[in-house]
């Protein structure tokens, strides 16, 4: 059956030069394919009522994967890429994303949720375990904050960071763009999560931070709209999601783990001590982008996104650990140390990402 809901370009069946590797990814493929379909069909829950077995191939790549990934010390990559996608699938029907309401029809599906709770249970298990919580339950949170912004404001270049500034070609600064219009052309679409509800000063400074974010609601100067137009100058497509096949599991976690922190108040701390760090440290990636966009002698529209972005999020930084962050500290003094997990987390996931797109890049030039 050809789904409706297949908005993403088609999966292609990674090549490996052994058999057993090709056997295991193209099982992946189908499972998605399989998944894909299931997320269109008409009265889901109530149609795996009826018959369990329509989704049996899915549910037993599902629970292998999780093995693979998550209960060894030898994660497969395959494995990883597989459920951060399907988890993705599920975690974007929260989004609106102005296309056919049919796509929409299972956003409520019981079935939907145990999907992404069993992926989330196991995954997130995985990544506290390396972190040393206890450790950070310790520390005198806002101190800690304080020197962890002031060590991520300028970091010392890494040896990625110097990759692209120094080495990468244009053809991967194209291969930036492509995987970093994933999050680039839905900018700060997971933060209206977290503003319902009491008005103070905390709430109103990270509604600041998303009207900002949002252009104040003017598309020409909506950030989204800057990163459209590098992709544009460079004849790419300017659909969101339009590289998702190329995007990293990596990355994938990220957007995953924002979504899993925004959608459950429980983790308003987590959540707000992420977006500290990412407010804190992305001015210092963007000057990255920027100065590899100048060596390449692009034109400005062809950067004008990190142009922007380095003025504002040096803004929102000081905006997140003096009016959010610090101020969360001395309103929750008990859960505190919660900022500090989300904030290292984010730190840890983010640098992985960032890694990974660097491999991504290397191997795609």
């Not at 629970?63 to 951060?84: K, M, T, V």
């Not at 101190?143 to 010392?156: C, F, K, M, T």
């Not at 974010?213 to 790419?236: D, P, V």
């Amino acid at each position: 059956m050809q789904s409706n809901l297949v908005i993403f370009p088609k999966t292609e069946a990674a090549k490996n030069s052994t058999q057993t590797k090709e056997r295991t990814i193209t099982k992946y493929d189908r499972a998605e394919e399989q998944f894909i379909e299931l997320l269109a069909m008409e009265d889901l829950d109530n149609k795996l009522d009826a018959k369990p077995s329509i989704a049996s191939e899915f549910e037993q790549s599902l629970s292998i994967a999780i093995g693979a990934a998550y209960g060894n010390d030898r994660s497969d990559e395959q494995a990883h890429r597989f459920l951060q996608r399907i988890l993705y699938r599920i975690n974007r029907l929260k989004l609106f994303w102005y296309d056919d309401l049919r796509h929409y029809t299972n956003e409520r599906s019981l079935y939907l949720h145990s999907c992404r709770d069993q992926i989330e249970a196991a995954w997130q298990q995985w990544e506290l375990a390396q972190i040393d919580v206890a450790a950070l339950q310790q520390l005198d949170v806002k101190q800690a904050l304080i020197e962890r912004a002031s060590a991520d404001l300028n970091p010392p270049l890494s040896e990625s960071s110097r990759y692209i500034r120094e080495e990468m070609t244009e053809a991967g600064y194209r291969h930036l763009l492509a995987i970093g219009s994933f999050d680039g052309l839905v900018e700060g679409s997971r933060l209206c999560y977290v503003l319902g509800g009491a008005a103070n000063e905390i709430q109103c400074t990270l509604v600041r931070v998303l009207l900002e974010e949002y252009g104040n609601g003017r598309l020409a100067r909506k950030h989204s709209t800057f990163f459209a137009q590098m992709l544009a100058e460079f004849g790419m497509n300017t659909e969101p999601e339009g590289y998702f096949d190329l995007v990293p599991w990596e990355v994938l976690a990220c957007d995953n783990h924002n979504f899993l922190t925004t959608d459950r108040k429980r983790y308003f701390l987590r959540y707000s001590g992420a977006l500290t760090y990412f407010e804190v440290a992305g001015p210092a990636t963007y000057k990255n982008y920027l100065a590899a966009a100048q060596r390449l002698e692009l034109s400005d529209a062809a950067m004008g996104y990190w142009e922007l972005h380095i003025k504002e999020d040096e803004r929102h930084g000081r905006w997140m650990l003096d009016d959010v962050a610090l101020s969360l500290a001395e309103r929750y003094p008990n859960d505190a140390w919660e900022l500090l997990l989300g904030y290292d987390q984010e730190k840890r996931m983010g640098d992985r990402a960032a890694s990974a797109v660097v491999r991504s890049i290397r191997e795609a030039e």
